[in-house]
């Protein structure tokens, strides 16, 4: 059974750094695109990152291009959110989940079929 869980959260100042994991478990596992989302208190979840299954291809929402770099290691089956300039407004809870397929800007949450539990991001000085 598919399984992602999410680490590296935590509290950071504002202009610092953070890398995220999400590590799973399945052989399959580099044949899913990773995305990386994340949730105010009072907002819908917003998509911020995907990776395809090898690692070729990369989207960026707008909030995070230039900041937030995607990675992964399928031989470790583990894809790394580095977080970078960390603003007031980057704080949530950061979830990663995994889709059938490489989609690009279309973070629609349906298609994301396995989910961590999130990570806490606070950026606070």
């Known amino acids: 059974q598919w399984q992602l869980v999410e680490s590296g959260g935590g509290l950071v100042q504002p202009g610092g750094s953070l890398t995220l994991s999400c590590a799973g478990a399945?052989?399959?596992?580099?044949?899913?695109?990773i995305g990386w989302f994340r949730q105010v208190p009072g907002k819908e979840r917003e998509g911020i990152s995907c990776?395809?299954?090898?690692?070729?291809?990369?989207h960026y929402s707008d909030s995070v291009k230039g900041r937030f770099t995607i990675s992964r290691d399928n031989a470790k089956k583990t894809v790394y959110l580095q977080m970078t300039a960390l603003k007031p407004e980057d704080p949530g809870v950061y979830y990663c989940?995994?889709?059938?397929?490489?989609?690009?800007?279309?973070?629609?949450?349906?298609?994301?079929?396995?989910w961590g539990q999130g990570t806490q991001v606070t950026v606070s000085s």
């Open positions: 989940a995994a889709a059938s397929e490489y989609r690009g800007d279309r973070y629609h949450e349906e298609v994301y079929y396995f």
């Open positions: 399945e052989h399959t596992f580099e044949y899913y695109a």
């Open positions: 990776i395809s299954g090898w690692g070729d291809k990369a």
